[in-house]
Structures are given as structure tokens and as C-alpha cells.
């Protein structure tokens, strides 16, 4: 999978992070995933995070827990000509972990622009998916249906 492919899967939620590693991972590259939490795979539910860690771990993928992610590089730090990776702190450290690919998934936030242009210009308007709270496209698909039932 190429990374541009990964990055619009995740942005649009079509697919989630567990599964475009899991798509990378059945190359030939080494994943691992950086986690600034303590543990990956904490937005999951107990019984599901355990089914997906194993996935993970049985397909290879490693996990660097408890960092904080400095900078993306593409030359450079110890990698030598062409080094292309992440930097990252551990315990008041930097390391550098070399990388082909990087996927970046930071978190979402709502963006209610366009409620703060319209709000009281219209006498009905409803408000749906991530202009509400961030979620998958599912719920905004649902939600609309909803709404479409109303009006």
C-alpha cells in the first residue's frame, strides 16, 4: 500500500490504523508503531484490543510505547546519506528509528466552521458527523439517515 493511499484511508476513516498496518505489514517492510500512550491500541475495548495485539504481534509489528515523536527526517541523524526516519524521546532520550513509510494518526477534532457562518441565517439546520464529535464515517452516514427521516 502505498503511503498516500494509507494516509487517505485513515483520514477519511474508511479504514482504521489497525488495518492499513496490517495491509503494510504483509509486505516486505518492518512496522513498528510508536505510541506516546503506554500501551497501543487503548481506544478499543478490552476483548477487541486483545484480538488486534495479537493480529499485530503475529504478524510482526512492533510497538515503541511511551515516547514522544520529535521530529520526521529525511536525511541525516546517524542514518547516514538518504536517512530517512523518525526521531523520538523515551525516558529523557532521543532515538531514531529508520523508516520507508511513516503514517501519521494524531487524532481528530471537530470542525464546526461552517455551523458558526450559518448559525440563525436558517430556521432549520441540523448538524451531523465530525462537525459534531469526531467519529467514523458509519455514524455520519447513520446520522444523516436520521435527520433525513425528520425532514
Known sequence: MKPDVACFLLKHKVVDAKDVVEYISKGNKNVTILEMKKKVGGGFGISTRWVIMNELRDSGVNEITDIKVKKIIDNGYGAGKNGRGVVYE???TEHFIKADTIIIAV????NN???KQI???????????????????LEAVHEGFKVALKI
Do not use: H, N, W
Request: some cysteine.
Open 90 to 92: 523515551m525516558d529523557g
Open 107 to 110: 487524532g481528530y477534532s471537530p
Open 119 to 137: 448559525e440563525g441565517k436558517f430556521s432549520e439546520v441540523y448538524y451531523i458527523g465530525d462537525c459534531v464529535k469526531v467519529r467514523t464515517a
Open 113 to 115: 466552521e461552517l455551523q
